[in-house]
């Protein structure tokens, strides 16, 4: 590469480029090589509850009256069958007209704390559970809680 | 004679010579740009496979006062190794050998189903925690957890960790998500 820079004649300062040349082409190959965009990450608050669970007493009965999306892996058709309470989810816009409906109406009975419970098995992708919250965040209802799986629910 | 023959002789130094300037130009705009648009700041983070979700805040990677711990739950394999359910392009199929799921702190990895890895994590955890409480003897601690969990990992594998920091008094958490493209 041996070469000189631009002027010519008319330029009395001679530099020698090559080498810079040559540092920058390493440079671009090493950055080409390792490049890769950067991802838009984001985040969901999910805060634990800080007087239930671990530290608390264990609920001797589960509250029936309460907002449950349980959630379930199907091995025969490989996808999450999801139910709000007793009733089978066939769609995410399903799922969230039923969870603001039923919001709504604890809301209209003086209880408008009332959280969406979600009640999933362990052997459930990730990527559904966070669907679901989606879901909620979505439609408004941002209190949302990620509960221990309830023996029986899908008895 | 002829008349090729008496042709002044081509000056070969001067018919070879490259401008450089321009190509150097070009290359200082791609180093820039390479440069500015890598990402290799985030040395804790693992690579993960984020799952998709649309009401996502941005992640600035501000931290509170009382610090921030990222746990990456993230798929691995022993080198040379392939997980074909892992790999399967089918977002349905889900890798569920709890050997292949690990836990990342730190670039140190845990296997949540083994007791002494988990009391490792747990007491990792405690440490955190414990960074992050105003007052000694305090149950709760201010510390933000954040989990980036790949959208293939079993649910399961996300509660072991939500539990240990329950466990340790850690109750801030928060979930790492993509944004869908548009």
């Known amino acids: ?155 | 004679m002829s008349k090729h023959a008496l042709a002044k002789p081509v000056d070969v130094e001067e018919a070879t010579s490259l401008n450089l300037v321009p190509m150097v130009d070009i290359m200082f705009l791609m180093l820039l740009f390479f440069m500015l648009g890598s990402d290799m700041g985030q040395r804790e983070l693992e690579e993960v496979t984020l799952p998709l979700a649309e009401s996502i805040k941005e992640d600035k990677g501000d931290a509170p006062k009382a610090g921030r711990t990222t746990i990456n739950v993230y798929h691995d394999m022993k080198r040379g190794q392939t997980c074909a359910d892992y790999d399967n392009d089918d977002k349905n199929v889900v890798c569920r050998n709890d050997d292949h799921w690990k836990v990342g702190i730190k670039g140190h990895d845990y296997n949540v189903k083994d007791q002494a890895q988990r009391d490792k994590l747990r007491g990792l955890l405690k440490r955190e925690s414990e960074e992050g409480k105003s007052n000694i003897g305090d149950r709760v601690s201010e510390r933000l957890v954040m989990i980036r969990a790949d959208g293939k990992a079993p649910y399961g594998a996300v509660q072991h960790v939500m539990n240990l920091c329950a466990e340790c008094g850690i109750y801030k958490i928060e979930t790492g998500a993509a944004q869908p493209p548009k």
């Open chain 1, 1 to 155: 590469m041996a070469a000189h820079g631009g002027g010519g004649e008319d330029n009395p300062v001679h530099l020698n480029v090559a080498p810079m040349v040559d540092i920058i082409f390493c440079l671009c190959i090493f950055f080409m090589c390792s490049f890769h965009f950067k991802q838009l990450e984001g985040k969901m608050e999910s805060w634990l509850p800080k007087d239930k669970g671990v530290f608390g007493d264990p609920v001797p009965n589960p509250i029936l009256e309460e907002v449950r999306v349980f959630m379930k892996w199907d091995p025969t058709t490989n996808s999450t069958l999801r139910k709000v309470n007793a009733q089978m989810i066939n769609s995410d816009e399903e799922l969230g007209s039923i969870l603001v409906e039923r919001i709504e109406k604890f809301k209209s009975l003086g209880r408008p704390d009332t959280p969406v419970i979600v009640d999933a098995l362990p052997e459930v992708p990730w990527k559904d559970v966070i669907t679901v919250m989606d879901i909620c965040k979505r439609n408004k209802l941002e209190k949302v809680e990620l509960a221990a799986p309830m023996p029986g629910a899908w008895k």
